[in-house]
């Protein structure tokens, strides 16, 4: 679908800067905005690179079979089918870990792994499971304590306070985390309870 959308988007914006005499205007905003691209990219790698780097270490102690014994009962109430495998707990553990962290650069490999997973374990191949569906629903939403990324990118477009995004995140993340549970729990309950009609 994107690959429809955007040619269309550059195809308009092109014809627009010909017709209303601002190609040069648009030529300028090109060179610029891979400029800004480019120098944001370089921001953010030390920071992805950091926390990337500690997850993996991380994955390697017992660090995370600790903290995945403190999200347990939250884990247990999001994924009841998951309470016996251990291997898909640990992974879904480390997604959740690094999203809480801000990190959604280094919560996309973990989650992709969980989701593998999850699939493997999966009876019909051509549906999401319960789990599955949950969470997506979970990492979508994403409760973050400390948004690492957006702090980042605020500091490297020059903010004058870049940490002020937290309380505002905290707030909008868990709203968004309660609802999309709620309705997940909702939807699983009221088609679980059309398949056993």
Known sequence: MLNIVWPIFIIISFSYA????????LNNSIFESTN??????IDLLGSMCLWSGIMQIASKTTLIENLTKLLNPLLNFLFPKLKENKKIKKEVSMNIIANILGLGNAATPLGLKAMKSMQEENKNKE???DTMMM??????ASIQLIPTTVIAIRNSLGSQNPTSIIF?????TIIAAVIGITVTKIIIKLTRGEKNK
Request: zero cysteines; aromatic letters at 10%.
């Open 36 to 41: 800004s691209a480019i120098k944001l990219s």
């Open 168 to 172: 505002p995140t905290w707030i909008s």
């Open 18 to 25: 010909i017709f209303s005499g601002n190609l040069e205007n």
């Open 127 to 129: 549906t999401l499971s």
């Open 135 to 140: 969470f997506i629903v979970v990492n979508t």
